[in-house]
Every structure is written in C-alpha cells, then in structure tokens.
C-alpha cells in the first residue's frame, strides 16, 4: 500500500518572518488541529500554503521553507500575493465561504475571482501529481479546493482520491444560485467518496447533484454513468487523549503554581470570591456569532444584575481572513460592543468581559478550558465546532456545563449540552443562567455521555472510518469494471 497525500489550503504550520529568520507557529482552524493528530501518525506527506506570499519570502531563506516543512512532513505550495487576493480573499472567502454559511448578503459572484480559483486549484494539482505514486491515495480537503478530484482525475484515472468537506455543504436553493455550480459538482464528483460533517450536509450535495447535473442518486451512491461516486457522513473528532491527558496534567500542577493565563485573570482572586468564569473561543468569524453572544452576555447581566461582579466572560478571538471587509467591521463592531458594555457595567473591582484577540499556545489553551465554569459557543453557522468537543474532554472531573447552538455540526452529536437557537437571545440568557445554577450531578451526568461518545470517536477513529470507506468504494469500483 502507497503513502497518503494529504493536501488542503493550509498546512498546519504557519510560516512568519522576523528578522531575517522564519518564525513557525500551529495553525489555527478545525481542519489543521483535527487533521495534524493523523498526519503525524501514519504515512503521509501533507502539501499546502505557509500564509506566506511567495514575494515575502527573501530568496536567501527559501530553501530553509522547505526546510522546515520538510521535517514535519509537509510540502509547501508557492502562492503569489495576486492568488492570494483572488482566490483565497477572493473566490474561497467571499463567495464560497459565505454562500456556504447561508450568508447570501455577503456573498460576490467575480469572473476574476472565479478564474484565479481555477488556475490555483490547477496548481495544486499540479503540486499533486509530482509526488504521486502507484498505489497512493489522495485525501483532498475542503472548500478552497472544489475542482481539485476532477483535475487530478483527469491526469490520472485510476487513482483513489477522497474528498472531506470542513464547511456546511448549503441546501439546493442557496447552492443554485452559484454561477459555477455546476463546475463545483463536476470538479468535486472526481472523488471516489465525499465526506461531510453531518448527514444534512450530505443529503444537500446529493440533492444538489440530483437536481443540478441530473444524475441518479441511489441512496448514498451517484450513478456517474462511468463510475460510481459515494457520499457519506463522518463527524469529524478530536484527539481525545491528548487533550484529557494535557488537562490531567495541568491538574497535578501545585495548586499555589499561578499559571501564566491565571496570572493575567487574576484567576484565584476572582475564584476565592466564588465570581464564575464563562469562556467563548473562536476565530474571529461572523459565522460564529460573537457579536450576538456579546450582546447577549449584556442582556443577561441587566436581566439578572445579581449575577453583575459575579460572572466574567473570558472572550478569545483569533485574528483571521482579515484582508476581507466583513471581518474587518466585525473586529470593529465587536471592540466597540466590549467597550460599551465594559464602560456600562465595570465596577472598580470587576470587569465583565476579558477580550483577546490573538492566538494562544496550546497550554493556556488547556489552562482556560480547565479553569471555566461555562462555555459559551454561538456560531450562527458551523460545519462542526472543535471547541466544543475539546472544552468536553478537558473536564476531567466532569464539571462544567457546554452551551452550544444547533446550528453547529457538533450539536447533532452533542445533545447533551445546553442546546440554543443563536437567534434566540432569551433562550441564550437563560441558559447562561441555568448553566450557572446547574447542580453538580446533573453537569456529570450530561459530560460523562458526551466523554464517552468523543473518545469513541476520536479524529483517529473519524480518519481511519474514512479511510476504510474510500478502499471498499474503490475496490468496488474496481471489481465492477473487471466483471
Ligand atoms: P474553525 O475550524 O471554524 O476555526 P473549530 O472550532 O472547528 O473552528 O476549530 C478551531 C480550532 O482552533 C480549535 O482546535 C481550537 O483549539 C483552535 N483555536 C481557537 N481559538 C484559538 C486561539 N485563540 N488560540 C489558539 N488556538 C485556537
Ligand atoms: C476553517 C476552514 C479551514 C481553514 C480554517 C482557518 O476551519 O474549514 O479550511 O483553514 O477555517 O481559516 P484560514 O482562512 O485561516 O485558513
């Protein structure tokens, strides 16, 4: 059995540069943490962009890219300033991403940007057929690469190729209205088996290319006429044991040893006064709601002010796609919501809302999973939500209460969490409220069922179930054709 190529936009490494010299740093975003556990496990080689523009990289450090990526079995993908502008700000995350998050009003249909999503998807494949071998199959990943099955299809016939859609896959109505739809379904029809979060996204693509190329759908299969293609579900996981096993760790820390984060939340202060930590983590995207939960948080501080100097909601946002307007004015509109509610409700000894815009190593990460009482995760829309999942498996003791909105991929297999329509602002409060008060035994009972689910499947188990499924959908498709 060959290796496996895995190949998405992003590599899970991110490149800077700093003084003449390369900084790199994880990734951020659920396809790179969720993805990185099976790539460094298994043999595989990982081709994708650093976020670097091929124009910033001084021609002395270009081989030491290489380098780096190297050693941690990737292969980097040169981007130039322009593709980065059409397709990745342009075509991927002003047309796609938003049409696909159900966000028509922000959403640009441009020639340009259609062409350059073309050519670069071309050149990916193009990074992809240098490296493949007999016997090698090609996991093609996400959103930025639609057209990627078919081009590598079309040069080599015969090779296995799968397909996992990160993002929603939106239902029939809002898909047609794309110019290229049905360049997008042909493009990703070059899959021998498409993956998707959850069995509504799924049944949407089928639908879609029922209703749009007019192929036959037989339950999961699309009859090609040539070939077979499969559509099926696989709610992507996380590393469970990783995660668990930081948060244990972090747990046998001396009590009296303040971990950095603690010290810039005068954690132990606070919790001494019983006041209760609400965390919210995410990228700063205006799929995530963040703006309503603010909005929200103020609300429920005015409907229950015995909860004022008594709750903080800890708030980190991820610097993200900021080239695009929309998350230019959401940055904006969200430092303006902050401020108004700090400057309405802050006392001399407490501040509500503690906001960071900016990544954390994967420690504090852990520190603040561990130290909060509540999460509290809104998308508007979400493929999945990985924060979910980790905020769960870093409960060791089984404390703490999730409150997450359906809208989000994991609420389908987290259904024991406080469950909210994010539009929903009275429900959204009083699940604050009722997270807050919610005895004990009750928040164990509700994580023990969800820790078990997630160990089960674990980002091991989702990558290996998908796997098996991409062998059995080829090997038919192989033994067919010799019958
Ligand atoms: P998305 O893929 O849309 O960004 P997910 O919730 O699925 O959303 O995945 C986000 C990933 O990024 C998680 O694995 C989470 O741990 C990580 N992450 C989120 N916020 C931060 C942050 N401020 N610093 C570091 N990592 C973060
Ligand atoms: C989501 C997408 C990923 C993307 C990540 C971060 O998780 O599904 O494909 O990599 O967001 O976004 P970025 O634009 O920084 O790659």
């Not at 380098?67 to 002003?94: H, M, W």
């Not at 999961?220 to 996981?237: C, Q, Y």
């Not at 004015?329 to 509610?341: F, Q, S």
Request: charged residues 25%; contains cysteine; hydrophobic residues 35%.
């Amino acid at each position: 059995m060959g290796k496996t190529i895995i190949i998405s936009n992003r590599l899970p490494l991110q490149i800077n540069i700093s003084e003449n010299d390369l900084e790199v740093s994880p990734s951020v975003g659920g396809l790179a943490t969720g993805l990185k556990s099976f790539h460094q496990e298994g043999d595989s080689i990982w081709i994708g962009w650093t976020g670097l523009a091929s124009e910033e990289i001084p021609e002395n450090l270009k081989p030491k890219v290489l380098e780096k990526a190297k050693s941690q079995g990737c292969i980097p993908v040169d981007l130039t300033s322009e593709e980065i502008e059409k397709f990745y700000y342009g075509f991927s995350n002003r047309t796609i991403w938003p049409l696909f998050h159900y966000f028509m009003e922000y959403t640009e249909f441009d020639a340009e940007h259609w062409e350059a999503y073309k050519q670069v998807n071309q050149k990916y494949a193009d990074a992809v057929i240098e490296k493949l071998e007999d016997g090698d199959t090609v996991w093609v990943h996400d959103y930025q690469l639609l057209l990627l099955p078919a081009l590598i299809r079309k040069e080599k016939p015969k090779v296995t190729i799968g397909f996992f859609n990160h993002i929603p896959f939106p239902s029939y109505e809002v898909f047609r209205t794309l110019p290229w739809r049905e360049e997008i379904l042909r493009g990703m029809l070059g899959a021998d088996l498409l993956g998707f979060h959850t069995y509504d996204y799924e049944r949407h693509f089928l639908r879609s290319v029922n209703r749009i190329l007019h192929y036959d759908i037989n339950f999961n299969a699309v009859n090609k006429g040539n070939r077979i293609v499969k559509a099926d579900s696989f709610p992507m996981g996380i590393d469970y044991n990783k995660f668990r096993n930081s948060a244990l760790e972090h747990k046998s820390q001396p009590k009296s040893e303040t971990t950095d984060i603690q010290k810039k939340l005068d954690y132990h202060k606070y919790v001494s006064k019983g006041t209760k930590l609400i965390i919210s983590i995410d990228r700063l995207d205006y799929t995530k709601g963040i703006a309503n939960r603010i909005r929200a948080f103020g609300y429920f501080l005015e409907k229950y002010p015995e909860y004022q100097e008594n709750v903080r909601l800890i708030m980190l946002a991820v610097p993200s796609r900021t080239n695009v307007p929309q998350y230019q004015l959401l940055k904006k509109e969200i430092d303006e919501l902050v401020g108004r509610i700090n400057g309405k409700f802050a006392t001399v000894n407490w501040t509500p809302i503690w906001y960071f815009y900016r990544s954390m190593p994967f420690d504090n990460l852990i520190d603040l999973y561990t130290s909060s009482d509540v999460a509290l995760i809104t998308p508007v829309r979400d493929g999945m939500n990985l924060v979910a999942k980790e905020y769960i498996a870093t409960r060791t003791d089984n404390t703490g209460v999730l409150i997450l909105s359906e809208m989000a991929g994991a609420a389908q297999e987290l259904s024991e969490a406080l469950l909210i329509n994010p539009n929903n602002f009275e429900q959204i409060v009083d699940s604050i409220k009722y997270a807050l008060e919610m005895p004990e035994e009750e928040q164990i009972r509700r994580n023990k069922i969800m820790q078990k689910r997630l160990r089960r499947y674990s980002v091991e188990k989702w990558a290996k179930d998908f796997m098996t499924n991409l062998r059995e959908t080829t090997w038919t498709r192989k033994t067919f054709r010799t019958l």
